[in-house]
Nanobody
């Protein structure tokens, strides 16, 4: 059974930075695509960044140049470094895993609030 646990969310001022972490267990992490999604109030969940097992990375246009996704296969961790945060980055951020069978799993989410 896959378990994803996010951490690192919080309150930050515009222009600030946060680093989100996701600890994964229960699957072959190195063969899985790992991603970060977010959902703002009243909006649909959207992709922020995805790092495929082969190393290819997708970024949402809103994340390009500001956010960086990375993974540590030895520790079964995936990270999202977020810089130059804006008000519109406020959302619940979710970790996602798509394993080698194509099964998708989600974490419980971590709140990121950008406010002055």
């Amino acid at each position: 059974q896959v378990q994803l646990v996010e951490s690192g969310g919080g309150l930050v001022q515009p222009g600030g930075s946060l680093r989100l972490s996701c600890a994964a267990s229960g699957s072959i992490f190195s063969m899985s695509a790992m991603g970060w999604y977010r959902q703002a109030p009243g909006k649909e969940r959207e992709l922020v960044a995805r790092l495929h097992s082969g190393g290819y990375i997708d970024y949402a246009d809103s994340a390009k140049g500001r956010f960086t996704i990375s993974r540590d296969n030895a520790e079964n961790m995936v990270y999202l470094q977020m810089n130059s945060l804006k008000f519109e980055d406020t959302a619940v951020y979710y970790c996602n895993m798509i394993d080698y069978n194509g099964k998708s799993s989600w974490g419980q989410g971590t709140q990121v609030t950008v406010s002055s």
